[in-house]
Structures are given as C-alpha cells and as structure tokens.
T-cell receptor, first 113, second 114 residues
Framework: EAQVTQNPRYLITVTGKKLTVTCSQNMNHEYMSWYRQDPGLGLRQIYYSMNVEVTDKGDVPEGYKVSRKEKRNFPLILESPSPNQTSLYFC????????????FGSGTRLTVV | GESVGLHLPTLSVQEGDNSIINCAYSNSASDYFIWYKQESGKGPQFIIDIRSNMDKRQGQRVTVLLNKTVKHLSLQIAATQPGDSAVYFCAEALGSGGYQKVTFGIGTKLQVIP
C-alpha cells in the first residue's frame, strides 16, 4: 500500500530532551515536507526537501532540523524541545515538488512538558 | 487531529443533501489549488485539485469550482454521506521554478446529520 509512515503517533517528552520523529514513504516521491498543525493556524511548513541531500526552510523552521540522506526517509529532529513545540506534526510527500497534491502521514502528536 | 476541528466554521448538512464548502484564497498569482479532507485523528487526504487555467473540475461525487475574478474556490459534495463528516480545507500553490509554495486554509468542519 502506498503510504507515508510516521513514528511515533504520540510522544510526551520533557523540555530539552532531544527527539526524532521518523517519516518514510514507499512511493518513490521526490518531494517531502514537514508541517505542524495548531488550532486556528492551519498547517504551517517547517522544512521541505526537493530531493536527496536537498533541504530548505519553510515558514517556521526555528528549533527543528531535518535530513534527507535517502529518498524514502525524511526525519524531523528537535534538538532541544520546548513547550511551544507542542503540536500535531505531519509529514507529506509528492511525486514532484510542483503541480501535485500531497500524501500525508497519520500525524505525530507531540507534547513537551 | 481531535483538536483541529475546534473553533472552525461549521457546516451542518442533512444526509443526502448536497454540501458546498467555500474558500477564499489570497494570492491572485496562485496557479494550482487542492482540496483536502481531514477526519478526526487522521492526516489530511487529497480529494481533488484544479489548475488555474480551469474553472471547474469533477471527481466522484465532488466538484471544485474556481473563480479567479474574486479569488474564490468551492467544493461541492453531492449526496452527502455520514462518512463525509470531516474538516475540509483548501490549499493554494504558487509555482516558482521547480518548486511550489503551498498555503493551507484553516478549514471548515462538515457535520452530516443522519
């Protein structure tokens, strides 16, 4: 089944403890992106990747890191999580960076205390 | 996604009726538009898209209308079913070179009354 897989689905962590949210797609998509979703704000882009080893900042990149060493994987790294990073996170991919809708993962609900 | 639906505009529709969900987009230069459906606890799901050189596109039970003059997008769902209950949001994309900048709307919550 064609899909974007995120792990974990739920995560509660403490301020300052490094964490990684994994994202993997099995559709050979070139483009991958991370979004956070907060009530009243909609989806906001954190980082995106046009292809392997090509990443760039989205609208809200502060406090996050990403890497794209393989086409299928695009992990999101929070080096020192803070409470304002409590949110619902989605990974998305598309065949090409332009002119295509996204396939989204099921989401990761992160709580930082 | 449980908290996504809070404080959103809500449209309540009787089962079997048609639903019309509206969206105002912001950039007149946007050249690609997409509608997504997000059910509680799930990620957004692609429904239908339309390019700026079109004003209407039909899918299975869904139709998207684009009015570039007033920067308005609508999603029509025919014969609404309980499974259509979800948050629906539009996205506008502005292409530049090989990349498109996508901006998502806040969304509208559709409640289907059995």
């Amino acid at each position: 089944e064609a899909q974007v897989t995120q792990n974990p689905r739920y995560l509660i962590t403490v301020t300052g403890k490094k964490l990684t949210v994994t994202c993997s797609q099995n559709m050979n998509h070139e483009y991958m992106s991370w979004y956070r979703q907060d009530p009243g704000l909609g989806l906001r882009q954190i980082y995106y990747s046009m292809n392997v080893e090509v990443t760039d900042k989205g609208d809200v990149p502060e406090g996050y890191k990403v890497s794209r060493k393989e086409k299928r994987n695009f992990p999101l790294i929070l080096e020192s999580p803070s409470p304002n990073q409590t949110s619902l996170y989605f990974c998305a991919s598309s065949l090409f960076p332009r002119g295509y809708g996204y396939t989204f993962g099921s989401g990761t609900r992160l709580t930082v205390v | 996604g449980e908290s996504v639906g809070l404080h959103l505009p809500t449209l309540s529709v009787q089962e079997g009726d048609n639903s019309i969900i509206n969206c105002a987009y912001s950039n007149s230069a946007s050249d690609y538009f997409i509608w997504y459906k997000q059910e509680s606890g799930k990620g957004p799901q692609f429904i239908i898209d339309i390019r700026s050189n079109m004003d209407k596109r039909q899918g299975q039970r869904v139709t998207v209308l684009l009015n570039k003059t007033v920067k308005h997008l609508s999603l029509q769902i025919a014969a609404t079913q309980p499974g259509d209950s979800a948050v629906y949001f539009c996205a506008e994309a502005l292409g530049s070179g090989g990349y498109q900048k996508v901006t998502f709307g806040i969304g509208t919550k559709l409640q289907v009354i059995p």
